[in-house]
Each structure stands twice: as C-alpha cells, then as structure tokens.
C-alpha cells in the first residue's frame, strides 16, 4: 500500500545541511496500523509529511498505492490527497470559519458532492466519532478532544485508502486521547490503513507494528502483541 | 474540455461555499470596516470627477437654460440678420414640440453713467461697450427665466420704454475682486440713469435691474423692450438677430432642429442645437476638465485596486495556516483562490453599493438644491447613470484581479511551510 524507498530529506541551515531522514526504507500493507514512533527531532513527522505528500523527499521516492508520488505537481498531490489520503493534524487544523459539518464538507465538495449529500455524510461520520449533536458548531464551540474527532471525521468521511495521523493525542489529556484511539481502532478494524505518529509509547501496543526512529534512521521494527487491536 | 468545465465548477463552487462562510463569521466590525474603506473608494472614483465634470456641466446647463434654449437661430455669417425673421418664428411657435419661442434684437453699442457730472472733456467717462438686447419681456421669461436671474431691482415689464436691466459684468459694483477685465461702469446701479448709444443715436434710460445669469451671453448684455430697441436701431422691418427655442420637454432639440432643416429655415438662419450654439471654450473646458476627471479617476482605481490588494492580501496571509491546511485535507488552490476572489467581490459590491446610495440619495439631491457657487457657473454634481455603472464594473474587474494576486502569491507557498507557519 505504502512504500518507501530510500527516503532522504535535508534542510537547508546556513551554507550547509541537516540531514533530518536518512536513506529511509519502508512498506506498509493494506490494512495495516502502523505506529511511528521515536523522540522529539527523530524525524518522525517529517517521514509522515513524505508518505502522505505533505512535502517532497530530497531524494528517494513514495509509492502509494502501486503509483509513483516522484514528479507529482502541487495540484498533483493536493488532488491525491483529496481522493485517496486523509490526515489528521496534531492540533486538528480545522477551519475556523467553518462549523464541524461544514469543515468535512468542504473537500466532500471538491469531490463533486452536492451540498445536501456532503451535508448527510458529514452527519454520519460526526455520528460515527460521537458528535451528532455538535455538527453545526464552530470549531470554538468545541473541547479539544471534540476538535480532534471532528478532524478524524473528516479524515474518513471520503473513505480513503490511507489516513495518517501527527500525534493525534499530543494536545489531549488521557481520558480524551483514549477516546481518541478507540476511534482509530474502531475505523482500523473496518479495514483502514493508518499511519500514526506518536511519543506516548503507552499507545503504540493498540497498532499492529510500531517502528522508531532515531536521528533520521529506523532503528527498531516490532509487531504488536495484539494486532488490529485485538 | 469538459474536465476542465467541471475542474472549474467545482472550484467556483467550492469558494463560494468557503468565502460566504468566511464572510459571514467574520468579525461584524471588520466587515464594516472594510466595507466602508472600499465606499469611499467607490466614493473617490466617483465624486472627484462628478466635481470637477460639474463646474463645467452647471455652466454648460446655464447656457442652455439662461441664453440658447433647446434650439437657437443666429444670423448668418456675413448678414447683419434673420432675413425673413417672422417665417422662422412662425413656424417654430406652430410646433407641438416647442413650448416657448423668444427673438431677440442684438446690436453692439456703448453705455454711459455719471455724464451728467462730466465738466470737462479730458476727464474720464464711466463708459463701456455693451451688446444692446431688445426682447418681448414676457417670452424671454417664458424661455429663459430671465426674471430669476434678477439679482438687485426688478425685471422689464412690457411698460419700460425708458428702463433697462444691464449685465453684472457691466456694473462694478457687482464684480468680483479679479473683475471681468472688461470695461464696465463704476458709479451706475439701480436707479441710475444711463446713456445708450446705438449706430450714433442716443437715448437716456434708467436701470431697474441687474441681472446674473453666470452666463457671459447674459451678463454682458442690456435688456430692454424689442419695440425701443428697434426704435434706436432705426428699423422696421421686424428682422432679429436671434430666435431662441424652447422644447416642450417631450422633444428632443434634434427632433425641432431637424424639422426647422426640413423647412428650409437654414437659407435664412444658422440652426443650432443647444450643444452646437455651446461656446467653443466652454466645449474645450468641458473636455478638458472630463479629460482631469478620467485621469484622477485612474488614480483613484489605482488606489482602490492597491486598498483590495492589502485587504485581501493581509487576510490571506492571517489565514496562510487555514489555507495550508485546505491543501492539507484537498481543497485546490483554483478553489481557494477563488473564495479569495468572491470576498473581495462582496467587498466591492457593498462598498459600491454604499456608495451608489450616498451618490444618488444624498449628493446628487444636496448639489441639486444646493449648487456649489463658482464665479463662472453654479457647480452641480455630475453621476450620470451610465459613467457611474461604468465605474462599478471597471471597480469589479479590478476588484477581481485586485483579490486574486495576493490570493495567489498565498496559495502558491508550500503547504507544509503554510501548516508550520515557517
């Protein structure tokens, strides 16, 4: 499903470079739950922002789905991201103008959705991560943990093949960030690939593999004792 | 092709969905603001040139209105007058379309004050030259509301064979500081007995009054009965210099102009409409002063284009995260580009529309009542209906690419950069 290969990023600093992935190689399967993980500067997000056309590797290149990404234009990737990806941001990146309905609406509309048709599936998808009632408030209106199911919520509500996720819990306190998880999990056992980046090691048994990095690098691949969460 | 259609529908569609909901939930005060910026724009593009088209379009008015009429008939060059005055005349006073007709006796002459003072012949007369007017009272009132322009004294009645009314610009007294720079009389007023001299004959009359029309056609010349005037002319063959016509308000000037044609009136007339009989400076200030208009209208675009460019622009880059972001979850940059435009459409239309109501519900009625007062003309306010409209949509287009440059400089970052906010 996702394969990469060879990944290397570096950023420019001054007259040289730093090299934050170096020479990364991975796949993940369809179906798969695949957990990133490693300290602060490890380069875990940056790999995220690779695999799910966030950013362009320096060299190396992102299958996805049997589909080179290399040579991908702007509106190349903004169109994959669109049809096949859905992400999930740390701090839920919702629009701010837009109520919960209206913030998974908007790419359902990109799609070619009518307004009343986007409107019914945001309806049902806020209802899947238990928003029902919350759809027609604005982002402001809601708790961090309710932002954060709003954003998985329009994350799935164009059923794509590969959600990722950037630290999804790093902004919520304990008993929201299990909520949270239980929602990936509900969505992984329905067959969805997902990719997350998390440091809190306490959840990373709930995926089905977890690997870490470590200044650039994979250094330790484990598959979880309890795969898809069971 | 159709790909395309639907790549642009769906992002028309997608912008207008964000920009409505961008517009709606945002601060009530900023709206407001913006709004009000982008009316005085409006305002700007519209009011400078209204002005300064005004002070000639309120002088081209008087004339018309004041001297010519709708129609006027001249001599023609090289005859001394209207040969045949009477078939003209007859024949416009015939026309349904004409409401009022008025002929006038024209011959240059000089005046003179306080000669009976004069004790000898090396001191200076209060003399000037003057065009000598001869008009029926009554039908020149009709025409030309001769009797409103009357600023001291009184107007002619039909009894006045000795009274005459005389020109500001033949009075000092009434002239301005800078003067007309020409001659005129400093010790006459109303009441003053004055000598006129026509072709050498002489006649003593009192002013009764003194009339202002801002017109120099007007304020130049002395009005006095038809019947005297021609008296001291020496003729008597009815023959005048100039018919002036009135249309019923129905008709257009054309419509008679074309019709006194059809008669033959131009063997024995110059025919001209108001726009022809215009002086040609006024016709050069006029353009000239349109030409000023347009080029400070520029300027005003200009500057209206650079005020929607900061607006937008500042708004795009505020929200550079939540348009990241759109790229993030797919929202394309056609899309969002888009609802950048249809913002800053709204904002020229509200402000436009702002502005359409100050135009047309307070300045137009204010200097239509209240005509700005110029030397040379009551100053109005010029927004015709078309050049205004025009306006509106050159501000539109503007507008349009005025939202969509900044919209794009914004859009084109790296989305991951814009998410950051690196």
Redesign the interface.
């Known amino acids: 499903m996702i394969q990469a290969i060879h990944l290397i990023k570096q950023y420019k600093a001054g007259t040289g470079s730093i090299t934050v992935l170096n020479d990364i190689s991975l796949s993940v399967s369809r179906g798969e739950f695949l957990a990133i993980t490693g300290r602060s500067g490890s380069g875990k997000s940056t790999l995220l ?1 690779q695999l799910s056309l ?2 362009t590797p320096t060299s190396g290149k992102v299958v996805l789905d049997n589909q080179d990404t290399t040579g991908f234009t ?2 190349q ?3 994959y ?3 096949e ?1 859905g ?1 999930v ?1 740390q701090d839920y ?6 109520t919960a309905a ?1 913030n998974i ?3 359902l ?4 959705r009518s ?1 009343s048709e986007a409107y019914v599936i945001a309806s049902e998808v806020l209802a899947e991560v238990g928003l029902a009632d919350k759809r027609d408030n ?1 982002p402001s209106q809601l708790s961090g943990g309710q932002q954060q199911r709003v954003s998985i919520a ?2 799935i509500a164009h059923k794509p093949k590969i959600i990722f996720a950037d630290e999804p819990t790093a902004n919520l306190d304990s008993e929201t960030s299990e909520q949270v998880l239980q929602t990936f999990l509900r969505i992984h056992k329905q067959g969805q690939t997902i990719v997350m980046v998390t440091h809190e090691e306490e959840y990373t048994h709930l995926t089905d593999r977890v690997i870490t990095l470590s200044d650039g690098q994979i250094i330790k691949t484990k598959k979880s004792r309890s795969p898809r969460g069971k | 092709m159709k790909n395309k259609l ?1 790549t642009y529908s ?1 992002a028309l ?2 912008g207008y ?2 920009a409505v ?2 517009i ?3 601060s009530i005060w900023t709206t407001l603001l913006i709004t009000f910026v982008m009316m005085l724009t409006f305002l700007n593009l519209v009011v400078v040139r209204g002005i300064l088209v005004g002070l000639t379009e309120g002088s081209v008015r008087s004339y018309r209105e004041r001297y010519t009429g709708d129609v006027l008939l001249g001599t023609l060059d090289k005859k001394q007058y209207i040969e045949d005055s009477h078939l003209p005349r007859e024949i416009a006073e015939q026309l349904p379309q004409v409401r009022a007709v008025s002929a006038r006796y024209v011959v240059p002459g000089t005046i003179e004050a306080d000669y009976k003072t004069v004790v000898r012949r090396d001191e200076g007369a209060d003399k000037a030259n003057a065009v000598m007017v001869g008009i029926d009272p009554g039908r020149e009132d009709a025409l030309t509301n001769l009797s409103r322009q009357v600023v001291s004294g009184r107007y002619l009645t039909s009894d006045d064979h000795d009274a005459v009314l005389v020109g500001v610009s033949l009075l000092t007294k009434y002239q301005s500081a800078a003067g007309t720079g020409t001659a005129s009389l400093k010790t006459a007023d109303v009441g003053t007995q004055i000598r006129l001299t026509v072709n050498g004959i002489v006649k003593e009359v009192t002013i009764v009054g003194v009339v202002k029309a801002k017109v120099t056609n007007v304020d130049s010349r002395v009005f006095m009965l038809d019947r005297e005037l021609r008296l001291l002319m020496g003729r008597d063959d009815f023959n005048v210099n100039e018919i002036a016509i009135r249309a019923n308000g129905k008709s257009s000037e054309k419509e008679i102009a074309a019709i006194l044609l059809g008669n033959g009136i131009d063997a024995q007339a110059k025919v001209q409409t108001w726009q022809e009989a215009q002086p040609q400076f006024i016709r050069d200030i006029s353009a000239t002063f349109a030409l000023l208009g347009d080029l400070i209208g520029s300027i005003g675009l200009a500057v209206a284009s650079i005020t929607i460019f900061i607006v937008i622009f500042v708004n795009a880059i505020t929200r550079r995260k ?1 348009i990241g ?9 056609l ?1 969002i580009q888009c609802s950048y435009v249809f913002q800053s459409i709204f904002y020229a239309l509200s402000g436009s529309l702002l502005g359409l109501v100050v135009v047309y519900g307070l300045m137009v009625p204010y200097f239509a009542d209240n005509p700005i007062n110029f030397p040379f003309s009551d100053g109005i306010f010029v927004a015709d209906v078309p050049g205004v409209l025009l306006r509106v949509v050159v501000l539109f287009f503007a507008t349009i690419a005025a939202g969509y440059i900044p919209a794009r400089i914004v859009v084109k970052q ?3 950069d814009a ?1 950051l906010g690196r």
């Open positions: 922002y966030l950013d702007d509106d990737r903004v169109n991201r669109l049809r990806l992400y941001f990146a919702l629009i701010p103008s837009l209206e609406m908007a790419p509309l990109m799609l070619g307004s604005l329009r994350a | 639907d769906l569609s997608v969905f964000l909901r961008d709606r939930r945002a939540f972001i759109l790229k993030g979850i797919g929202v394309n940059s899309a790296n989305t991951l998410i």
